[in-house]
């Protein structure tokens, strides 16, 4: 445990997360299933994340933490944790990960009591073990199909495949050099022959596992002892090694700062000078906008200048014409020479119109086509007659209409007497 802590210290220092991972794997399985369960969690969590895309590492660090779970009878969590071990198992595309991975999946539904998951899980193990299977590997098969269907209730079953594992731990030298393996399965062939009764058989395979699990315990406190040693002389090795790579760490780290440093005041330096030159294009931009702005209001202000003279020119023109107008009309009421003042009013008012042009534009809006009916209906009439005809309709006096005519009373008076003569004669 000592030896794994100081693995851990010297990977955390040398910033080698592998190192930290297999190290805290390693205190994980010196605790064991009875130590506390945070610590053990938190050990085989931090081991699965550090070990990054090492794949295999990952998954099977996962798979300890799912039989810790489905130890302590968690069987949802350690179903979870299973599940994510069998997904990196897949990503790392080894096959002894995913036997490894099958197999906590068989043993903890088992445990959980779904036999048949766990019976499809061992299918899946011996698959992945094809082509190449061995005696162990099948032994291994034949105990954990029995012992399911020996759960279930179906003893025919459960005596076929106990049947199977008899015959490879009765030949001579079967194919396994696991004596603790073999003594657990002679120690399950003892159980079934219990139960069936078969006591002397039971007693022969109870002889057995005793043999094999005692020579199993003798080696294993050899193994322990040689085990203990090759660890601590790796492990001074791997502190060695450690120390090396922390003088290295070291150096690199201080260069790598220098150039963190150096690395930081240069882009600090184009981050101001993007800033820079992102408020000089701002500000030409703006610039370039305002004299566009200039420009338009310039040229919006001659055209309404335009407008306004325009305007100016033709109230001159009106006011100035309107002044003439008035001062012809003065003229014409304080002058008795209305004939001549009356024409040149018609011309101002009316341009090239005569007076009687105008009264006749006049008539023309209150009673349409008069003066093409009258010629029509009275064809006689000729056009002073005809003009003379519609005055005396609106009633005007004979000065009025001679004012109108253009002409002198007497000579209204002989228009009037030949109207009334020719509309007589009409009648």
Known sequence: ?????????????????????????????????????EEVVSLLKSAAEGFGEDYADRADALRELGDFYQFHRAYDTAEMVLQQAWAYAEQSGSVETKRTVSSAFHAMYFNAGEYEKSGDYLRRFLQLSMPDVDDRTMMYYYDGMGGIFYEMGNMDSTAYYYGRLEEILTREEPDCSAQNEVGWYYGALANFAEMRGDFEKACEYMYWYEKHVAHYGIERQKNNLALISQKYDTAVMQNELNEKIIRKQRVIILISGIAALVLLAFLISQIRLARNRKREAEINAELFHFKQQNVALAQRDAEHEQIQQDYADRLSEALDKEQQTMMLLDIYLNNSKKANLLNDLERS?????????????????????????????????????KKSFILSHFKVSRQEEA???????????????????????RQ
């Open 349 to 385: 008012v009316f341009g090239d119109k005569d007076h009687w042009k105008a009264m006749l534009a006049v008539v023309e809006e209150k009673y349409p086509s008069l003066w093409e009916t009258l010629g029509q209906k009275c064809p006689d009439l000729d056009e002073d007659e």
């Open 1 to 37: 445990m000592r030896l794994f802590k100081e693995a851990e210290r010297y990977g955390l220092s040398a910033n080698d997360p592998l190192t930290v991972a297999h190290a805290r794997l390693n205190i994980a399985h010196c605790l064991g299933y009875y130590a506390d369960k």
């Open 403 to 425: 004012d109108y005519l253009g002409t002198t009373v007497n000579m209204v008076d002989k228009l009037r007497g030949r109207v009334r003569k020719k509309m007589a004669e």
